[in-house]
């Protein structure tokens, strides 16, 4: 059985920092590709990051460029991702994915809040 189980979720105040991670079995964690989206209510999910499957190679969404950093750690099967200079707009659901064409498994997700 795959899951997906992100933490780190929380609230914090504009100009913070947070880092999210989302621990991963059931899948050979070294095949796949991982990814970072957040969604809020009533919005479409958005595209934050991805890093290849031996995290040499990564992208970003326009709107965390220059503030997140995504990683992974093979040993303990976790991506990671690094949020600074947290803004209100950065409020949202943020989910990890495990992707290997065809394959897409998602995690529930972890609440960030970013208020002051």
């Known amino acids: 059985q795959v899951e997906l189980v992100e933490s780190g979720g929380g609230r914090v105040q504009p100009g913070s920092s947070l880092k999210l991670s989302c621990a991963a079995s059931?899948?050979?964690?070294?095949?796949?590709?991982m990814g970072w989206f957040r969604q809020v209510p009533g919005k479409e999910r958005e595209f934050i990051a991805a890093i290849n499957w031996y995290g040499t190679e990564t992208i970003y969404g326009d709107s965390v460029k220059g503030r997140f950093t995504i990683s992974r750690d093979a040993a303990k099967n976790t991506v990671y991702l690094q949020m600074n200079d947290l803004k209100p707009e950065d409020t949202a659901v943020y989910y990890c994915?495990?992707?290997?064409?065809?394959?897409?498994?998602w995690g529930k997700g972890t609440l960030v809040t970013v208020s002051s």
């Open positions: 059931g899948i050979t964690f070294k095949d796949y590709a």
């Open positions: 994915n495990a992707f290997k064409p065809p394959r897409v498994y």
